[in-house]
């Protein structure tokens, strides 16, 4: 069953890159000592919704938290803290429209409680509150302060549990639907999805495609961990946007998690081919 829908989904509307897809394959030595083989595909839903977006994917394989330290030293961290307050007001304030005109969709607002996580991210480092959670998760963070784009990482396993022991595994693209929501914190809150950008996975127990992540806040069921072994980066960045801002992004982010796993893959910009 898992595999008849993988493949129904990869006849969906396809990316701009090579050969239409995000395709990338890894293989590596995991610290328990198995080898593995990963084959993910991205994609997107045939949604005119989708078509002012764009994604940057970066994928980690062998996640070794012995180093987790390298990953973001300390004076790197206080530098982008200490650029982030000497933002101009005006710049920051292009970007923030950019990136809300990119999400709003539908009965989605980009304002209050749901506006992108890049803008809850600017206003804790002005408060001097800015989150600390693991070496990974702290990098992403880091990274979507410096370029104020909305950013997500996840759990790759928990992702696509549900397309264990399948050589090819999917994420989508898409936007929620009427009545989806998911929790996004260890104390149960949820969020309503409806026509907010996700992207979708097959989490153990899922024989669908269903939303793990979005430019605002990320599923509990999917966070990664301390003993993670693979994660995924999504980068949400306006299809107005130059490219070279989400370049730069994913530059950084292969930089500094590459510090500490065995291999980054890098896919973008990923664009929907839409009608």
Not at 104 to 131: C, H, I, Q, V, W
Not at 235 to 247: H, R
């Amino acid at each position: 069953m898992y595999q008849q829908r993988a493949k129904k989904s990869m006849k969906q509307a396809r990316g701009t890159m090579p050969a239409g897809l995000c395709r990338s394959a890894f293989s590596g030595q995991h610290p328990a000592g198995r080898m593995r083989h990963m084959d993910v595909h991205f994609e997107f839903a045939p949604d005119p919704g989708l078509g002012k977006l764009c994604l940057g994917l970066t994928i980690l394989e062998g996640l070794e938290w012995g180093r987790g330290t390298e990953v973001v030293p300390e004076l790197l961290r206080e530098e982008i803290l200490a650029a982030a307050a000497a933002w101009p007001p005006d710049i920051l304030e292009k970007k923030k429209r950019a990136v809300r005109d990119m999400l709003r969709n539908g009965r989605y607002k980009p304002a209050g409680r749901a506006k992108p996580s890049s803008e809850y991210l600017l206003s804790a480092a002005l408060e001097g509150d800015f989150p600390r959670v693991n070496p990974f998760v702290d990098a992403v963070n880091l990274a979507s302060l410096k370029h104020q784009l909305p950013m997500s990482i996840f759990d790759l396993d928990k992702a696509l549990g549900g397309l264990a022991g399948l050589e090819t595994r999917a994420l989508l693209c898409r936007l929620g639907r009427p009545g989806e929501s998911y929790v996004f914190n260890a104390g149960g809150q949820t969020i309503d999805l409806e026509d907010l950008v996700c992207v979708c996975g097959y989490p153990e127990g899922s024989e669908e495609a269903r939303p793990i992540v979005n430019p605002v806040r990320d599923s509990m069921a999917t966070k990664l961990f301390e003993g993670g072994r693979s994660a995924a980066i999504i980068i949400y960045a306006p299809a107005s946007v130059e490219s070279d801002g989400l370049d730069d992004a994913m530059k950084d982010l292969a930089l500094w998690c590459g510090r500490a796993c065995e291999q980054v893959s890098l896919a973008g910009p990923l664009v929907p081919s839409l009608p």
